[in-house]
C-alpha cells in the first residue's frame, strides 16, 4: 500500500480497516494513511475470527506480515475498545516501524500492536501514541516482542516519544508472557496510569536489550499492581 488512504467509520459497532479471519500479507511498505472509528471497537489491521459466531471458520495461523516499512499515520478510536494492529497468531514488521501509530478509548482500553504469537519488528523511529480510559499498552505479546535493530529517536532532544502511553487503570509501553529484546534504546518513552500501576518494559520470563540503553524513560503511576496480568492480553 503506497501513497493511498483507507477511512471507516461505524457509529453503531464495530470499524475495521483491513481485517481478514486467516492471516494478512502485505509485500512492501505500508506508507499509506488509514483511520478507522468505531463506536463498540476499532482496529486498522486486524487477523482474527473473534469478532463471527461462524462453526465452519478453517483453521489458520491468522499472522500478519508486513514485508517493508510502516511510514504512514495508522489511527483507531472507539468508545469501547481500540488496537492499531491485533493478530491472533504473529505479528512481523521486516523493516522499520517508521510511522505514527494512533489509539484512543475514551469508554475501554487502547493498544498499538496485539499479538497472541510473536511480535517482530525490524527496528522502530516511529510513534505509538496510546489513550486509553480503562487501560493503554503499546507493544504486547503472549510470546515475545524482538525489535531486533533497536529503538531509536531521531530527535535528539527526545520531544518527540517513540512510545507516549496513558491508561486509567494500567498502563505498558513494551510487554510479553515469555521475553522481550531489544536491540538498543537509544529513544524515548512515556507511561502514565492515573489510577493504577504503569510499567515501561515487562516480561513475565526474559527481558534482554542487546546494545546501549542511552534514551530517555519516564513512568508514572497511580496505584498498585493488579493481581491478574493475564487480563492484559488476548
Not at 134 to 147: F, M, N, P, T, W
Not at 152 to 160: K, L, M, P, Q
Not at 176 to 187: W, Y
Request: hydrophobic residues 40%; charged residues 15%.
Amino acid at each position: 500500500m503506497s501513497g493511498g488512504s483507507i477511512a471507516v467509520t461505524n457509529a453503531d459497532g464495530n470499524a475495521l480497516g483491513i481485517g481478514s479471519m486467516s492471516g494478512i500479507t502485505l509485500n512492501g511498505n505500508l506508507d499509506g494513511d488509514i483511520r478507522v472509528e468505531g463506536s463498540e471497537f476499532a482496529s486498522a489491521v486486524v487477523a482474527t475470527d473473534s469478532f463471527t459466531d461462524q462453526d465452519d471458520i478453517p483453521d489458520a495461523d491468522r499472522n500478519i506480515l508486513i514485508d517493508g516499512n510502516i511510514d504512514g499515520l495508522i489511527s483507531v478510536a472507539s468508545e469501547g475498545d481500540a488496537t492499531v494492529m491485533m493478530a491472533d497468531g504473529s505479528l512481523t514488521v521486516t523493516g522499520d516501524l517508521g510511522g505514527n501509530l494512533a489509539a484512543s478509548s475514551s469508554g475501554g482500553s487502547a493498544s498499538g500492536m496485539v499479538a497472541g504469537g510473536p511480535v517482530s519488528i525490524g527496528s522502530m523511529s516511529g510513534e505509538v501514541e496510546v489513550s486509553g480510559a480503562i487501560e493503554g499498552l503499546g507493544i504486547v505479546s503472549e510470546d515475545a516482542v524482538i525489535i531486533s535493530g533497536g529503538i531509536i529517536d531521531g530527535d535528539a532532544n527526545y520531544e518527540t516519544l517513540n512510545f507516549d502511553i496513558s491508561g486509567g487503570q494500567f498502563a505498558a509501553g513494551i510487554g510479553a508472557d515469555n521475553r522481550v529484546e531489544i536491540g538498543g534504546f537509544d529513544g524515548s518513552m512515556n507511561v502514565e496510569s492515573s489510577s493504577g500501576p504503569a510499567v515501561g518494559m515487562f516480561s513475565f520470563r526474559e527481558l534482554e536489550l542487546d546494545g546501549n540503553l542511552t534514551g530517555s524513560v519516564s513512568v508514572t503511576g497511580g496505584g498498585r499492581c493488579c493481581s491478574n496480568w493475564s487480563r492484559l492480553f488476548l
